[in-house]
């Protein structure tokens, strides 16, 4: 890294864990703070000239590639594994934030920030970086009777492909995601009518309220358990 890029990634990263605190701060309007100081962060921080892929990621590394960082907003929960993922939902997701079908102050300041081709750069990256895993199409463990029946009754494999790591179109990998985030994702799809908090997709939000916390927080901890093709690259390797 020349010295331009590494202060400015370190000026990035800066701001990247700035706002991971920022979130951690007491509840009050905690969706407005976040959500500003991220735009104004990462627009100073931005390079006026087209940048490059390493300056664009370096606004992601402070979360996304520290294995086991915790995010608190809505609650205390792992910030989810984005390499491995498929480049189209990655993409979806991105736009999501950025259009506000995803409510998350953090991720919409970032989002903001970012160009329809910074979004496809970065999508690119994310599902490559860490090499391909490819994990069997049979679960290596069997979900509990209870589970079972409820995995059936929404057909989640149908969209999310075998073994919860082949889905169809811009669909999400879940297989090996994080436990208490799955659940925090699943719990956003049935939340409308708040400001900061929620997800309104159309397709998600049928079937996440066919469903309890507890039965869906049962689903998240089998399907977290399971062997996946996400991963965390640990961020050591950039510095
Ligand atoms: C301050 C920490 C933080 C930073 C910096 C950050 N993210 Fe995130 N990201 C999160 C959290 C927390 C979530 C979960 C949000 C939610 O619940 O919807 C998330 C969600 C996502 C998702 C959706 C994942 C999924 O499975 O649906 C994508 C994609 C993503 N981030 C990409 C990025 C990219 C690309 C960058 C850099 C340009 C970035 N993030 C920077 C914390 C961060
Ligand atoms: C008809 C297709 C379909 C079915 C069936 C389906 N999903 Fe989804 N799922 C989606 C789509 C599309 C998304 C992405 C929505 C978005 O952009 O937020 C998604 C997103 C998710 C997410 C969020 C992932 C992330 O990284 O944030 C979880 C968790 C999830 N689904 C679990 C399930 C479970 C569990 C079932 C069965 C009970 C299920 N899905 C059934 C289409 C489906």
């Known amino acids: 890294m020349n010295k331009l890029l590494s202060t400015l990634f ?3 990263v800066a701001s990247a864990t700035g706002l991971a605190h920022a979130q951690a701060a007491p509840a009050a309007a905690p969706g407005a703070a976040a959500s500003a100081a991220a735009a104004s962060n990462v627009k100073q921080s931005a390079p006026a000239s087209p940048a490059s892929l390493q300056a664009k990621i370096a606004m992601c590394l402070g979360c996304h590639n520290i294995p086991g960082y915790q995010a608190s907003f809505p609650e205390v929960h792992k910030v989810p594994m984005i390499a491995g ?9 991105l736009k999501a934030y950025k259009t506000g079908e995803r409510k998350h102050p953090t991720m919409r300041g970032i989002a903001d920030a970012l160009t329809e081709q910074d979004i496809k750069d970065i999508s690119a990256y994310y599902s ?7 994990v069997a199409d049979k679960p290596a463990r069997e979900p509990s009777p209870q589970v079972a029946g409820l995995l059936q009754k929404a057909a989640c494999v149908s969209c999310h492909g075998a073994n919860f790591s082949k889905p169809i179109a811009n669909y999400p990998k879940i297989a090996g995601q994080h436990k208490d985030y799955l659940y925090v994702a699943l719990r956003a799809y049935k939340q409308d009518n708040n400001p900061t908090l929620g997800r309104s997709n159309g397709i998600m939000a049928g079937i996440a309220r066919q469903f309890s916390n507890a039965e869906l927080k049962a689903m998240a901890e089998y399907i977290g358990s399971l062997d996946g093709e996400l991963k965390t690259v640990s961020d050591s390797r950039f510095h």
């Open 128 to 134: 490559k970086l860490g090499g391909a895993t490819t």
């Open 85 to 93: 993922q498929t480049p189209a939902y990655i993409e979806t997701a």
């Open 10 to 12: 370190a000026l990035l």
